[in-house]
């Protein structure tokens, strides 16, 4: 069965390894006749979470009507949900963090996604530097009732490019396709 799939590319560098990251999942998940709506949401207006509430007392609305609104759109037909971020200070970038925390609407209006990946890059060489984005990340999921299709790290990589010939863009790619 095909899948509506809605990647979240949470990193500031245009064409950076974070990116590439997730065009490989991209790729793969269309050769497999996915649809895949990405957003690269460090180039759109997205404010952060007001914790008004209103989405309690309006079924799931956001009071706030800045682009976050072109993600819930996609966000509502998705089955699934691919996160990728580079990570800085050993957590999600702000801009991917903007978007998780304006998925609260799911309190009073779930979302129909069934199943989530995560794609993370990042320039440390230390295994453990991902564990805190993994460990939210879980958490999130736990939550929501999301079940994980994949986890796919890849340390080391500093410079634009440097992802370029990495395991990590092989498993992106597989991973989009054995969804």
């Known amino acids: 069965m095909f899948k509506n799939i809605v990647v979240v590319n949470g990193s500031p560098r245009k064409g950076g390894n974070t990116e590439a990251l997730a065009d490989a999942f991209v790729e793969g998940a269309k050769e497999a006749g996915h ?26 609305e ?3 009507k800045d682009e976050m609104q072109e993600i819930y ?31 609260f609407v799911n309190e009073s209006k779930p979302l129909p996604i069934k199943s989530s990946a995560l794609l993370l890059v ?10 805190p984005v993994i460990s939210q990340y879980k958490k999130i999921i736990s939550y929501t009732g999301w079940k994980d299709v994949g986890i796919i790290a890849q340390k080391g990589v500093s410079d634009k490019g440097d992802i370029t010939g990495c395991q990590s863009l092989i498993d992106a790619r597989e991973l989009g396709r054995s969804i």
């Open 122 to 131: 990042c320039a440390d060489t230390d295994a453990t530097t991902v564990e």
């Open 73 to 103: 759109k996609e966000l509502y037909k998705a089955d699934m949900l691919v996160l990728a971020s580079p990570i800085y200070w050993w957590g999600f970038s702000a801009q991917l963090k903007a978007v998780i925390d304006r998925m």
């Open 62 to 64: 956001c009071a706030q």
């Open 35 to 60: 649809t895949v709506v990405k957003f690269n949401v460090a180039r759109m207006k997205i404010n952060g979470c007001l914790d008004c509430k209103h989405c309690f007392t309006h079924r799931g």
